[in-house]
């Protein structure tokens, strides 16, 4: 697993606006559901990628069918598929996106050459984590055990 440095993923985390989230799912017990929930909550502007569910309403967005089909800048793309789907979505992504920042593909997610055609375009890349969890931990959201967790009463 590729190693980085917390102030690498931080700057990422910290320049982001908005996030292509490829992949992402309506059913909210989906990672790629409650990650792209939690990161519009905290702020970006999320557009969904599923061409399934492409013209369904999404965290105040449309799904659209592909990244191609978004239409205006966006400075990282999140990846939920298998490692074998990434190149083609990277080299949309780049098409689509001259000013593309970053390339994040989501744990268990990962792709060298990939990475690398991104990277010699001057786009950085994480592989095999999640924003969601390295915003937690890094933004000081994560409590014992590593788990974000929400009221906690002391009926239990």
Not at 129 to 150: D, V
Request: glycine residues 8%; charged residues 20%.
């Amino acid at each position: 697993m590729p190693d980085y440095s917390d102030d690498f993923l931080k700057t990422i985390l910290k320049r982001t606006k908005s996030v292509a989230v490829v992949g992402v799912s309506l059913n909210p017990v989906r990672p790629s559901y409650y990650v792209a929930r939690y990161l519009s909550l905290k702020g970006y502007r999320v557009i969904p990628v599923n061409p399934g569910h492409a013209g369904k309403p999404l965290f105040g967005q449309t799904v659209r069918a592909s990244l191609s089909e978004i239409g205006q800048p966006v400075d990282m793309v999140d990846i939920f598929r298998r490692s074998e789907a990434v190149p083609p979505i990277v080299e949309e992504a780049l098409q689509t996106f001259p000013d593309l920042r970053t390339i994040w593909m989501q744990i268990g997610v990962e792709h060298a050459e990939a990475a690398q055609i991104a990277q010699a375009r001057g786009v950085d890349v994480v592989m095999n984590r999640c924003p969601k969890i390295e915003y937690q931990r890094l933004f000081g959201e994560l409590r014992m055990g590593g788990f974000a967790t929400g009221i906690i009463s002391s009926k239990l």
